[in-house]
DNA sequence: TAAGATTGAGAGCTCAATCTTG
DNA sequence: CAAGATTGAGCTCTCAATCTTA
């Protein structure tokens, strides 16, 4: 005996869960970047720091964008490289701690973002939730929002 | 009024099972494949291709392939080459139709499925199902799995 | 010695074009 | 002309090493 051990194998039902995330993160995430692609949107990645900025009050230190972004640091370095290239973010350095550095949400960006949202929205519609009934919308919400949080305890 | 149309914009509920979406599938998948990474072990791409193929007897052609193992065509030639220049999977020429491909599982191949399930599995255990009680499980496949489906519709 | 961030090198993915066969 | 599969080019991601400051 010992630990409290996690069972070393999933049972059937909890199996057929992580397929179905598998399934259909692939399948939605896959149809939406198309559309958008398609229809010369923003990137998701890039939405994705502009929203995570946008909630922040503008600001954020590079390693905090990073954990919202949900990309590794070194990803998240150039990520930023290039939406701040295209003007919708900017760079300064952290005040009172002169190794970071702040990523700051330029007005260009912040218009980006607004202005992005409704091709995102009607996606996230088309692709997802039209699929999910109030009830199973809550229960995903609940169940996957323990597994993200499981996760980011272990790291 | 017209077509029995979409909503334009998700609500509350919806987004938020969107996002924890997002993040517990970048956690758990980053997560796991750290620790194949770690452990030496295969890829999850390859293992997903392994998979895909013992469970359809063995032999798939090209594109279903693709489709079972959620990525693109393109995408998938690449990835069965790597798996081919490791000896675990094998390409014929489809009998009957000479556009066709079929890849075909080695020994070698279904003896490394075999052997990378349970540091898989454990994985899978850890950093997913260890949080989910039995009920979540269930309602997480059965929605989930609607979202896969509805999006393989309109491909 | 650790934390914050960047960089270099290599691998993988995506789109669009191509080639062959139906 | 459509379907099956591959290829070429470019972009993005990851890991590991590096540099600077705490």
């Keep these: 005996m010992g630990e409290p051990s996690v ?5 059937e039902i909890r199996l057929a869960a992580w397929r179905a995330l598998l399934n259909a993160h692939a399948a939605a995430v896959g149809a939406i ?3 958008l692609h398609a229809a ?3 990137p998701l990645p890039w939405y994705d720091v502009l929203v995570a900025l946008a909630e922040a009050g503008g600001r954020l230190r590079m390693h905090e964008l990073a954990e919202r972004v949900v990309l590794s640091r070194s990803g998240l370095t150039r990520l930023v490289d290039r939406v701040e290239a295209a003007g ?3 760079r300064e350095p952290s005040p009172g701690d002169r ?3 702040v990523a700051v949400l330029t007005e260009a960006g912040a218009a980006a973002q607004v202005a992005a949202w409704p091709a ?3 996606g996230i519609a ?3 939730a039209r699929h999910l009934s109030a009830v199973e919308a809550e229960a995903v919400a609940g169940a996957l929002g323990k597994v993200a949080a499981g996760a980011a305890d272990d790291a």
């Design 7 to 11: 069972a070393e194998e999933p049972d």
């Design 33 to 35: 970047e198309r559309d």
């Design 40 to 42: 010369g949107a923003l």
């Design 88 to 90: 919708l973010v900017r």
């Design 99 to 101: 190794r970071g550095t």
């Design 120 to 122: 995102y929205a009607r």
């Design 126 to 128: 088309v692709h997802f």
